[in-house]
């Protein structure tokens, strides 16, 4: 396993020099950070994964996807609806 195998936030093996080791140590933890904390890398992430799964499903059961569009538009103009009434009360 060459330090190319190693993920970004894992810390190589075999390191020996306490500088070395923490650097790396830092390095790794400002990547896991970067990872969690990146909202909007993690939403695009998310949205694709799920465009994905939609679309197989689709491909699979063209009535189940209609259902869940038809479900989806609902729920999305039902909270309009609330929103609008509470708005002009």
Not at 35 to 49: E, F, Y
Request: charged share 20%.
């Amino acid at each position: 396993m060459t330090n190319s195998d190693v993920p970004n936030t894992a810390v190589p093996a075999g390191i020996v020099d306490p500088v070395l080791s923490a650097r790396a140590e830092l390095k790794a933890a400002l990547a896991a950070i970067e990872i969690k904390g990146n909202v909007p890398r993690r939403l695009d992430k998310a949205s694709k994964r799920a465009a994905v799964r939609l679309r197989t499903m689709a491909d699979r059961n063209p009535a189940g996807a209609i259902a869940v569009a038809v479900a989806a538009a609902a729920v999305v103009g039902s909270a309009v609806w609330v929103i609008a009434r509470g708005l002009s009360r």
